[in-house]
T-cell receptor, first 116, second 111 residues
Framework: GAVVSQHPSWVICKSGTSVKIECRSL??????MFWYRQFPKQSLMLMAT?????????EQGVEKDKFLINHASLTLSTLTVTSAHPEDSSFYIC????????????FGPGTRLTVT | QKEVEQNSGPLSVPEGAIASLNCTYS??????FFWYRQYSGKSPELIMF????GDKEDGRFTAQLNKASQYVSLLIRDSQPSDSATYLC???????????FGSGTKLNVKP
């Protein structure tokens, strides 16, 4: 299978600060990446679709000014949580689409964010 | 109606038995179907994908697709305690780059 990495794997930050999470597709190019958030014992929640070279598409209810997404290259997308608050503490997971016959979606290992 | 429906479980099976996980979807134009395994505290891992009607086998896993009835299933033979996880069904919709996930079925394999 394809490999998607995320960095950092976990981060603790103080309320009001910003945190950047990187998502990389290591062995394939990905024109499309997704960002998800998952709270404990809950389902994946799609936050936004990140397209290389264009603006991200945000799901309803997700603040685009708070969750900044930049898809700078075919292998890198970043999510910046700005002015983080304790309610932003969650498990953030990115995924990348390997285009082909079936458009498989591969997930990164996730980033656990704790805002104190 | 949700795009993808799964029974949340938990589904409990004894070690060595066959676990059968089911999923239905609403978009008749869907072309690709995926099963992910998610362990607690980890991200989802792709274990099977299928896009043609019928069965696809990979080791102990068999994915079954019936487009006319709009359902996908995953069979796990010789279930092991290490198979205990939440299994997510995902469907690539007819719209470009739209994927829909079920809420997952929790599987418990008892030793």
């Amino acid at each position: 299978g394809a490999v998607v990495s995320q960095h950092p794997s976990w981060v603790i930050c103080k309320s009001g600060t910003s945190v950047k999470i990187e998502c990389r597709s290591l062995d394939f190019q990905a024109t499309t990446m997704f960002w998800y958030r998952q709270f404990p014992k809950q389902s994946l929640m799609l936050m936004a679709t990140s397209n290389e070279g264009s603006k991200a598409t945000y799901e309803q209810g997700v603040e685009k000014d708070k969750f900044l997404i930049n898809h700078a290259s075919l292998t890198l997308s970043t999510l910046t949580v700005t002015s983080a608050h304790p309610e932003d503490s969650s498990f953030y997971i990115c995924s990348a689409i390997r285009q082909g016959l079936t458009y498989e979606q591969y997930f990164g290992p996730g980033t656990r964010l704790t805002v104190t | 109606q949700k795009e993808v429906e799964q029974n949340s479980g938990p589904l409990s099976v004894p070690e060595g038995a066959i676990a059968s996980l089911n999923c239905t979807y609403s978009d008749r134009g869907s072309q690709s179907f995926f099963w992910y395994r998610q362990y607690s505290g980890k991200s989802p891992e792709l274990i099977m994908f299928i896009y043609s009607n019928g069965d696809k086998e990979d080791g102990r896993f068999t994915a079954q697709l019936n487009k006319a009835s709009q359902y996908v299933s995953l069979l796990i033979r010789d279930s092991q305690p290490s198979d205990s996880a939440t299994y997510l069904c995902a469907v690539k919709g007819s719209n470009f780059n739209k994927f829909y996930f079920g809420s997952g079925t929790k599987l418990n394999v008892k030793p």
